[in-house]
């Protein structure tokens, strides 16, 4: 009972008290709590069929680099989607560079430069008899 009188001299009127003498155990109590780890990237487990010969090549890869068939994978398809961009953002110049020209002369290298853009380098086969 001493106990419980001493609880009640520092409780507030009307708080109710629990059975271990804590006030209202369903009080918010604040703690000090880990800073939330940033999410990097979430990543994705994916099933892939791949050809034969693209996976002898993967499997290739990854022993002369010491990293696993997945790393591997993954490293390949980053530096391939890095690749298109790139390739996408060349595509950019070359058809602004092309609209912008004023000068023929210089509009049909421009042309030319655009063409090996969309086509690939070999796509204007060079004139030997100019």
């Not at 602004?96 to 023929?104: K, L, R, T």
């Not at 002369?105 to 086509?119: C, P, S, T, W």
Request: charge should be positive.
């Amino acid at each position: 009972m001493v106990t419980l009188l001493r609880i009640a001299e520092w409780k507030r009127p009307g708080e109710m008290v629990h059975h271990s003498g804590a006030l209202h155990y369903n009080q918010v109590v604040q703690t000090r709590r880990k800073p939330t780890a940033r999410k990097t990237r979430a990543s994705v487990r994916q099933s892939v069929t791949i050809p034969v010969q693209l996976a002898r090549e993967v499997r290739r890869v990854a022993r002369e680099r010491n990293v696993t068939m997945s790393r591997a994978l993954v490293t390949l398809a980053e530096r391939g989607v890095e690749a298109e961009a790139a390739a996408r953002a060349r595509l950019k110049v070359a058809y602004e560079q092309f609209m912008a020209e004023e000068d023929p002369a210089k509009k049909n290298k421009v042309g030319e430069d655009l063409i090996r853009a969309v086509f690939g380098r070999a796509a204007i086969a060079e004139d030997q008899l100019r």
